[in-house]
């Protein structure tokens, strides 16, 4: 089975912190994504990679960057967090191929700017 | 954006009973995808249906597209406690699974 590994299921951090959100997947995956989940709003995303070193803006990105340095590894920066920051982030990867693949979800980290 | 829409947005239920849940969208799609969210959970995948599906099945999961009037439904047979989660439709419009999800059902299983 498929594991994507978030590193920390609750955060609490402080306005203007630098913080870093990291997952890690064991299967090999080109694709990796962040999504951010607010009640009512439902997922959104981020940001998605599709291989090593390459990223692309999905449909939130003001205010968040993010690094893949390693093929595993895929890592959300909230570069000086803010209190509406505060929220559910999921990170999931998905397989090449066809389009027709299901993506895998990590736990989710709980994040809370104060 | 929003691509999916999702309704009911709450559903109660006992066990033993049905649940349908129902999924529209907007443009067209390559698939749509259902998945589970127990609570505080991430997402766990259900069942993908293609573009040129009408109909799929997976153990109590019944899934139907209908892509002219751009919608789904997902059915689960025989309700359990279990079943009790949050349920996202998803669809894939590039082909690049870029999904896009909608707002959820949650479902409650009573016993």
């Known amino acids: 089975d498929v594991k994507v590994t978030q590193s920390s299921r609750y955060l609490v951090k402080r306005t203007g912190e630098k913080v870093f959100l990291e997952c890690v997947q064991d299967?090999?995956?080109?694709?990796m994504f962040w999504y951010r989940q607010d009640p009512g709003l439902g997922l959104r995303l981020i940001y998605f990679?599709?291989?090593?070193?390459?990223?692309e803006k999905g449909d939130i990105p003001e205010g968040y960057s993010v690094s893949r340095e390693k093929k595993e590894r895929f890592s959300l920066i909230l570069e000086s967090a803010s209190t509406n920051q505060t929220s559910m982030y999921l990170c999931?990867?998905?397989?090449?191929?066809?389009?027709?693949?299901?993506?895998?979800f990590g736990d989710g980290t709980r994040l809370s700017i104060l | 954006s929003q691509q999916g829409e999702e309704d009911p947005q709450a559903l109660s239920i006992q066990e033993g009973e049905n649940a349908t849940m129902n999924c529209s969208y907007k443009?067209?799609?390559?698939?749509l995808q259902w998945y589970r969210q127990n609570s505080g959970r991430g997402l766990v995948h259900l069942i993908l249906?293609?573009?040129?599906?009408r109909e799929k099945h997976s153990g109590r999961l019944r899934v139907t597209l209908d892509t002219s009037k751009k919608s789904s439904s997902l059915l689960i047979t025989a309700s359990r406690a279990a079943d009790t989660a949050s349920y996202f439709c998803?669809?894939?419009?590039?082909?690049?699974?870029?999904?896009?999800f909608g707002t959820g059902t949650r479902l409650l299983v009573s016993p």
């Open positions: 299967m090999d995956h080109e694709n």
């Open positions: 443009t067209s799609i390559n698939n």
């Open positions: 999931a990867s998905r397989g090449q191929g066809s389009g027709n693949q299901p993506q895998h």
């Open positions: 998803a669809t894939d419009t590039t082909g690049f699974q870029k999904l896009v």
């Open positions: 990679s599709y291989d090593v070193k390459m990223k």
């Open positions: 249906i293609r573009s040129n599906e």
